[in-house]
């Protein structure tokens, strides 16, 4: 898999409204380094805005899975490939349960943490998978 890009670069595609996103990922993020979280929630969303929440012990892996649609279901009909939100946390049962609080919400409430953290919906995993 490729390696994340430096924050600088991410910041030059996405704009300084994310940075702050960027800010809260732990040490390793912009030195390429790989680290991988014990369990990571996000929120995907297509063009038409439908959401999908899930949790992931590897959120490059499965962004990676979903935008080649390599998982059957609901991301792969609706085409879910854009990553528009994410938490990191070394606990996994913390993980499954914020997951579950924001698959109870209602969608207005969705929006408003999307857009606490990434107001233009940009796709966070943009760069992630480009040709280097």
Do not use: C
Not at 34 to 51: C, M, P, Q, R, Y
Not at 98 to 115: H, P, T, V, Y
């Amino acid at each position: 898999m490729p390696q994340l890009p430096d924050v600088a670069a991410v910041v030059a595609r996405v704009g300084p409204s994310v940075v702050s996103l960027l800010v809260e990922r732990e040490s390793g993020f912009a030195s390429g380094s790989g680290v991988i979280f014990d369990a990571e929630g996000h929120i995907l969303t297509n063009i038409s805005k439908t959401l999908y929440t899930g949790v992931t012990n590897n959120l490059e892996r499965r962004i990676y899975e979903h935008k080649q649609k390599l998982v059957p279901g609901f991301t792969k009909k609706y085409n879910l490939t854009m990553l528009v939100y994410f938490e990191e946390t070394r606990d996994v049962q913390a993980a499954v349960q914020r997951e579950k609080q924001i698959k109870g919400w209602l969608r207005s409430k969705k929006i408003d943490l999307i857009e606490s953290k990434n107001p233009d919906w940009k796709d966070l995993s943009i760069e992630w998978f480009e040709e280097r």
